[in-house]
């Protein structure tokens, strides 16, 4: 069984870093399309960045130059460094997982697997 448990949220100053990791269970993120999304409230949920199994990235426009997606094979982890945060960056932040070798995809719905969650607070 798969699973994801997302940690490193929490509140901070605009123009401040977080650091987002995603552990996963049941499943290499080196075989695996991880992707980190968020949702603010009122807002759909949308993609911010994503690593294909072969390691390509890809990121939203809105994080491009701020954000870094990345992954550490021997813990089988995803993190997502965030720089420069924004108030606009406020959101939950969730870890997903496409069980599959292709590219990145960016449509949430075909994400296998998802993690609860973790709340990301920017203050102006």
């Known amino acids: 069984q798969v699973q994801l448990v997302e940690s490193g949220g929490g509140l901070v100053q605009a123009g401040g870093s977080l650091r987002l990791a995603c552990a996963a269970s049941?499943?290499?993120?080196?075989?695996?399309?991880m992707g980190w999304f968020r949702q603010a409230p009122g807002k759909g949920r949308e993609l911010v960045a994503a690593?294909?199994?072969?390691?390509?990235?890809d990121y939203a426009d809105s994080v491009k130059g701020r954000f870094t997606i990345s992954r550490d094979l021997a813990k089988n982890t995803v993190f997502l460094q965030m720089n420069s945060l924004k108030p606009e960056d406020t959101a939950v932040y969730y870890c997903?997982?496409?069980?599959?070798?292709?590219?990145?995809?960016?449509?949430?719905?075909?994400?296998?697997?998802w993690g609860r969650g973790t709340q990301v607070t920017v203050s102006s």
């Open positions: 997903a997982l496409k069980a599959y070798y292709g590219g990145i995809v960016t449509n949430r719905a075909q994400y296998d697997y």
């Open positions: 049941g499943r290499t993120v080196s075989t695996s399309l």
């Open positions: 690593i294909s199994s072969g390691g390509n990235t």
